[in-house]
């Protein structure tokens, strides 16, 4: 198993512009993170997914930020409008799931840059 | 909420001095707490996982202690190595999800 990969690793977009992330996560594992990690700060919990259900969206998820797991396989983040405040890196993690907390495992990010 | 504290925010130390890095937390009722490791422009990665029932995790160089009844751990590098220079990063969990600190930021200098 080669970990939880992202694409693209790094995404330099206009103001206004749409942009959408994808995460594949460790096969094996059904629950699927987001986080965002601003420049000197600690990642911060944005939503998660149990198979394809989508379980908790944090309030930092602003109705312009839509994520899904269809097959709750890979999952996909998408950004509408763009806008600067949005520059951050965006992580993706994946865990096993049930009662309790399992050890998550990390991606290499997604850098986004909003000029 | 959970709120999660790294102090300090930067440390430089010579090589092969001992380097000890704190992590407090508000709320005790953890499942586990753990430590991870990041290079500039990079993903994380996972260093030790304490269960909340566990006092120490131990890998190597590496030691955490746990003390949830004062809402601390503790990362402890033995003999530091120019290659241990990174950001450390401790995150709590309540649940399924993870509360992080801002990090302390390491440099060990040759």
């Known amino acids: 198993d080669t970990g939880v990969s992202q694409n693209p690793r790094h995404k330099i977009t206009k103001r206004g512009q749409n942009v959408t992330f994808r995460c594949d996560p460790i096969?094996?594992?059904?629950?699927l993170y987001w986080y965002r990690q601003t420049l000197g700060q600690g990642p911060e919990f944005l939503t998660y997914?149990?198979?394809?259900?989508?379980?908790?969206k944090s309030r930092l998820l602003s109705d312009r930020f839509s994520a899904e797991r269809p097959k709750g396989s890979f999952s996909t983040l998408e950004i509408q409008r763009t806008e600067q405040g949005d520059s951050a890196m965006y992580l993706c993690?994946?865990?096993?799931?049930?009662?309790?907390?399992?050890?998550?495992?990390f991606g290499p990010g997604t850098r986004l840059t909003v000029t | 909420k959970q709120e999660v504290t790294q102090i300090p925010a930067a440390l430089s130390v010579p090589e092969g001095e001992n380097l000890v890095l704190n992590c407090s937390f508000t709320d005790s009722a953890i499942y586990n707490l753990q430590w991870f490791r990041q290079d500039p422009g990079k993903g994380l990665t996972s260093l030790l996982l304490?269960?909340?029932?566990?006092r120490e995790q131990t890998s190597g160089r590496l030691n955490a202690s746990l003390d949830k009844s004062s809402g601390r751990s503790t990362l402890y590098i033995a003999a530091s190595q120019p290659g241990d220079s990174a950001t450390y990063l401790c995150a709590a969990s309540n649940d399924y999800k993870l509360s992080f600190g801002a990090g302390t930021t390491v440099t060990v200098r040759a």
């Open positions: 993690a994946s865990s096993l799931g049930g009662a309790g907390f399992y050890e998550q495992y």
């Open positions: 304490i269960q909340s029932s566990q």
């Open positions: 096969s094996e594992h059904n629950r």
């Open positions: 997914f149990q198979n394809e259900a989508q379980l908790e």
